[in-house]
């Protein structure tokens, strides 16, 4: 290691994780700051397992953490009917988000991960510190400081100040996270241990098993995950914050947070719209939640001691299935580079390294958007 530097991490999510249990098993003094009173455990849903995954979980340790995925035997499209008008017998593995987000936060002790501790605002001191304000009116320094607090990063504005603002892009992702044994009879016989897609005008849905909320992957403890692609206006999304009393400029919508009214049409415009299978799926979900869909490329991911990692650095469009996996790129890379360079040289090259990296998969997500009739 080049040197025992003291690194904060704003955003304790599945980013800052991966970022703070790299650097602490590297012997750096780490610091995760999280805005959530209550942690983020029980909030995920499902992950597409790619090599990234696997990658960080075998230089942390943590291989067994992939241990508990569900595997689907193919890949399946239907219509509207509900017909398979096609098949691709290749199989993919599942992973739970819980299940990761536990693991990793598991290394961390209990005074390095700080619940809520919301950043207001982050500033460098001088060529070799950096500072975040919090909330409390609290300020902290740090030799370089980690921006990992995701889709509404405040981190981004202390690296690229006069570029830092998502971009909606029309449409939403609703979600549902349903117990195998809750699902209907014809849901059941035509979605378990496949990974199944729908495409229509103004709607894409796609749905596959992952382990249960404790990581169990037998037959029956398993929970489906649907994810169900819609247009929605600007307007559209502000009138649905408005009656789940979200706050102004709200972008999502927790479990539990959809009107009673909300969700009786959600749930009838899947009968309308969706394959049986599908639709039957949606009913069966008692709390639908919601991510409106966004854009963001940054012009730089450091400035100075503070760099952006995963979604705060770029979001990508959640068809790619690659988020988590960027972010865990991100954070290897970091880790890396910081064990065999002066921090200030380590920093420029992660900058150099992974922004090309963070365009290329935007990119990549915004073709596969524009590819869909949303």
Known sequence: MAQRLEIGIIGGSIGGLFAAVLLTQAGHSVTVLERSRT??????AGLV????????????????????????RERITLNRRGDVVF????????????????????????????????ALG????????????LHTGRTLEFDAIIGADGLGSVTRSAVAPRQH??????YVTWRGLVPEKDLPPLAARVLLDRFAFFTAPHAHM?????????????????????????????????SIMTKARRPPGGVSLAPGDLPTAERADLVAAA???LPPAFAEAVAAEPDPFLQAIFDYVPPRMVRGRVALLGDAAAVVRPHTAMGAAKAAGDAMTLADLLDALPVDEA????????????????????????SLPL
Not at 39 to 44: H, M, P, Q, S
Not at 105 to 115: A, F, T, V
Not at 125 to 132: E, H, I, K, M, N
Not at 232 to 237: I, K, R, S
């Open 206 to 238: 796609l749905g596959y098993l992952v382990p249960g909320a404790g990581g169990e992957i037998e037959r029956g403890l398993r929970r489906y995950n649907w994810v169900w692609y819609r247009s929605l206006t600007p307007d559209g999304l502000e």
């Open 347 to 370: 920093l420029a090259r992660y900058d150099q390294t992974r922004l090309p990296v963070a365009r290329a998969i935007a990119a990549y997500g915004r073709q596969l958007g524009e």
């Open 49 to 72: 397992a790619q090599q990234e995954l696997f990658d960080i979980l075998d230089r942390t340790g943590l291989r067994a953490a992939a241990s508990e995925g569900v595997v689907a």
């Open 122 to 133: 982050v500033s460098a001191t001088d060529a070799d510190r950096a500072a975040v304000q």
């Open 87 to 118: 098949r691709d017998p290749t199989p993919q593995t599942q992973l739970s988000w819980d299940t990761l987000y536990e693991a990793f936060r598991s290394q961390i002790p209990g005074d390095r991960y700080l619940l809520d501790h919301a």
């Open 271 to 273: 009968e309308a719209e």
């Open 39 to 44: 942690g983020l455990g029980r909030r995920g």
């Open 165 to 170: 603002s998502n971009t909606y892009v029309g």
